[in-house]
């Protein structure tokens, strides 16, 4: 998607408690509930009879202007509040474009969805004080928007509203339940509005999707014979092998294919990946555990979508550790505070790891741990949504590598459970010139040596910028993914896994692959 998802995170934990602006913050990763990859894999044809009326919903324009409040303050062009993989307003031109085209094949039953959702919408709005139609948005709006978001099926949209509206005083309590989200097999991001077997996120990241072109992803979500998919989420008769559950990192990692394309070059090719519904760039270990938005519930159903999974590969912890650098001084915060907050995250940790365990009895959880970041270009490049403050390379470093040791204690404590450290395997790759060259640090030491050297590289340098994407300071590159998993492969797969046959020749490393 090439978005800064962090930045959704980070506003979020920074103005959670901000009214309307909960509607819309970041939410809960995972797969909407009820609603699982059979069901939209069997899309069959709608046979609903209608009045075939053109209807003109809005429901890009109310979004639009939605986004726009002050008290919301984000992009219409780029926001991806419920982290779908799609851009939202993308989204509600696809329910628009449907709507009003009546001899669409999912016409009547997406129609038959949205007016049940408009009536019920109706009815909340008639109860909902008229103050905060003067203070924020015109009640037409509101009803707009909210029907265009329910109606798209996507099961973490609507808990926004029906969790945060109850933090309003006088707003009426509302049950999901009464939502109608049977257009979901069309409209959602996992949803086929064609019925051609490619997901809709799949063809919006297949097609040209920067704000003049999302006409481009309508088209190919409506033409049954573009069958590109462009990744985004999993094919309906697939075996995967492995699941990605975490923040941006695995996200990206996901979307670009990477660790699939590790497996192939090292011989493990029937091995596939799976990642749509349990990656997520809001991900954070204490907001997952807290369950405020159904992190969990929506983590248990994610995880049991893919029941056979050998590997749930998580990792965690990083948006914990930088919301840490935006609370307190790091350099001169005492050892007491320091170890009492970096103890929550590793309870919550252990939550996360209960939940997926309890969800996949028969996977091994892997806490595969982070490699330097670089807190300076951090600092400068999400200074706008959050302004962690100054901290030493150095001590950045060695709170990560606390946080990582106790996740180290997990996997030790916790049956099924395994560790691999990748503190320093991109110093070791890129090298520090003329500091030093590539090799010229140690490599992260594995659970053959009992983790020696714990950890690897230098702690008084990040990696080169080079191997974050745009020189962020966080999100890596193709390249610096390919040979993190590396590591991971090495360190752990490679012992778990069974060879292909006459895969994996050489040492490929997908030079310049995703760049």
């Keep these: 998607m090439g978005g800064r998802r962090i930045t959704g995170f980070l506003r979020w934990r920074g103005v959670l408690a901000a009214g309307l602006l909960a509607l819309y913050g970041g939410v809960a990763v995972g797969a909407p509930a009820g609603v699982g990859r059979g069901l939209y894999c069997d899309n069959a044809p709608c046979e609903t009879e209608c009045d075939g009326d053109i209807i003109l919903a809005g429901a890009e324009n109310a979004l639009r202007l939605m986004y726009l409040l002050p008290i919301v303050d984000a992009d219409p062009n780029t926001a991806d509040s419920d982290d779908n993989f799609i851009i939202d307003t993308a989204q509600a031109r696809l329910l628009d474009t449907i709507l009003a085209n009546p001899t669409r094949p999912a016409y009547c039953c997406v129609r038959a969805a949205y007016d049940n959702n408009l009536a019920t919408m109706n009815y909340i709005a008639d109860q909902v004080p008229a103050i905060y139609y003067s203070l924020f948005i015109a009640r037409d709006i509101f009803v707009r928007a909210a029907v265009g978001l329910t109606t798209t099926g996507e099961e973490r949209t609507i808990r926004i509203i029906t969790d945060s509206t109850r933090e309003l005083p006088g707003f009426p309590v509302i049950d999901p339940a009464i939502f109608d989200r049977s257009a979901a097999r069309w409209l959602a991001y996992d949803g086929d509005a064609d019925s051609d077997g490619v997901c809709n996120a799949g063809e ?220 320093g395997v991109l110093q070791c790759r890129l090298g520090n010139p003329p500091i030093w060259e590539p090799g010229g640090v140690p490599s992260p030491g594995g659970p053959d040596t009992d983790y020696v050297p714990y950890p690897g590289g230098n702690q008084d340098y990040p990696s080169l910028p080079t191997a974050y994407e745009d020189e962020d300071g966080f999100r890596l590159t193709y390249q610096a993914h390919y040979w993190i998993f590396e590591n991971c492969l090495e360190q752990f797969y490679a012992e778990v896994l069974i060879p292909g046959e006459g895969e994996g020749e050489g040492e490929g490393e997908g030079e310049g692959e995703g760049e």
């Design 204 to 423: 919006f990241n297949a097609a040209p999707h920067d704000a003049s072109q999302f006409n481009a992803f309508v088209s190919a979500a409506l033409d049954p014979g573009q069958q590109t998919d462009g990744g985004g989420c999993e094919p309906c008769d697939g075996q995967f092998g492995i699941l990605l559950v975490g923040d941006q990192w695995l996200k990206d990692a996901y979307l670009w294919g990477v660790y699939e394309q590790v497996l192939q070059d090292h011989g493990y090719a029937q091995y596939q990946v799976a990642g749509s519904f349990t990656c997520s760039g809001y991900a954070s270990a204490l907001a997952w555990a807290e369950n405020k938005y159904h992190e969990l519930d929506s983590l248990t159903e994610g995880v049991q979508r893919f029941p056979e999974a050998e590997v749930v590969h998580l990792a965690l912890g990083a948006m914990d550790t930088l919301y840490l650098a935006y609370q307190y001084d790091l350099d001169t915060v005492s050892a007491g505070t320091l170890g009492e907050k970096l103890g929550e995250i590793e309870t919550a940790l252990q939550t996360v790891v209960d939940t997926i365990q309890a969800a996949n009895p028969n996977a091994e959880v892997l806490l595969a741990d982070y490699d330097y970041l670089d807190p300076g270009r951090i600092r400068e490049t999400y200074s706008d949504v959050l302004e962690i403050k100054e901290v030493s390379q150095r001590r950045f470093n060695e709170v990560m590598v606390m946080l990582g040791q106790r996740k180290l204690d997990i996997a030790r404590r916790t049956p099924r459970c395994a560790y691999v450290q990748n503190w």
